[in-house]
């Protein structure tokens, strides 16, 4: 079975700070993705990498970057956090684009104070 | 509004019942997936039905798919108190997905699906 694995399941940072969310997939998926979750507007996708040192953004990158320096890792940044980023963070992985199923963590629920 | 909406947005059924829930979208896709979470947990991956299909089941699951009217329908029979769950419908894009950038996969909101002992 695939496993992705996130570093966290709650943090809580501060305003400004710099911080770094993890994910690692076992599976040698080549695409790795990161959503965001909140009450009302669903999952909304903030950046995918279909590649090492590849990445998209998706709906909502402003505020986020991502690093992919190893197939299996994929992390997001969120470059100075502010209270409008706390949210459940998912990441999730898949082995082609395109009519493949995407493989989830369980979730960072991170806090911004 | 939404690509894939899901409906209803809550459903509370006894054990033992059947639940069906419903997903439109607006555009031409190459599949349609149907997910499941957990309270605090993440989305496990139940079923892709893709635009060719007409229908596929999975064990207690049976999904359909309609794409003359943009629709899809999951049913969950002789449903169980562990299936209390959200349920989420997702909408991949008709077109080329071999390069990154025209990838794209729309979740909805999801159906708060609940079953009573």
């Known amino acids: 079975d695939v496993k992705v694995t996130q570093s966290s399941r709650y943090l809580v940072k501060r305003t400004g700070e710099k911080v770094f969310l993890e994910c690692v997939q076992d599976?040698?998926?080549?695409?790795m993705f990161w959503y965001r979750q909140d009450p009302g507007l669903g999952l909304r996708l903030i950046y995918f990498?279909?590649?090492?040192?590849?990445?998209e953004k998706g709906d909502i990158p402003e505020g986020y970057s991502v690093s992919r320096e190893k197939k299996e890792r994929f992390s997001l940044i969120l470059e100075s956090a502010s209270t409008n980023q706390t949210s459940m963070y998912l990441c999730?992985?898949?082995?082609?684009?395109?009519?493949?199923?995407?493989?989830f963590g369980d979730g960072t629920r991170l806090s911004i104070l | 509004s939404q690509q894939g909406e899901e409906d209803p947005q809550a459903l509370s059924i006894q054990e033992g019942e059947n639940a069906t829930m419903n997903c439109s979208y607006k555009?031409?896709?190459?599949?349609l997936q149907w997910y499941r979470q957990n309270s605090g947990r993440g989305l496990v991956h139940l079923i892709l039905?893709?635009?060719?299909?007409r229908e596929k089941h999975s064990g207690r699951l049976r999904v359909t798919l309609d794409t003359s009217k943009k629709s899809s329908s999951l049913l969950i029979t002789a449903s169980r108190a562990a299936d209390t769950a959200s349920y989420f419908c997702?909408?991949?894009?008709?077109?080329?997905?071999?390069?990154?950038?025209?990838?794209?996969?729309?979740f909805g909101k999801g159906t708060l699906l609940t079953v009573n002992p």
């Open positions: 999730a992985s898949s082995y082609y684009l395109g009519n493949q199923p995407q493989h």
């Open positions: 599976m040698d998926h080549e695409n």
């Open positions: 990498s279909y590649d090492v040192k590849m990445k």
């Open positions: 555009t031409s896709i190459n599949n």
């Open positions: 039905i893709r635009s060719n299909e």
């Open positions: 997702a909408t991949e894009l008709s077109g080329d997905n071999s390069g990154g950038s025209n990838y794209k996969l729309t």
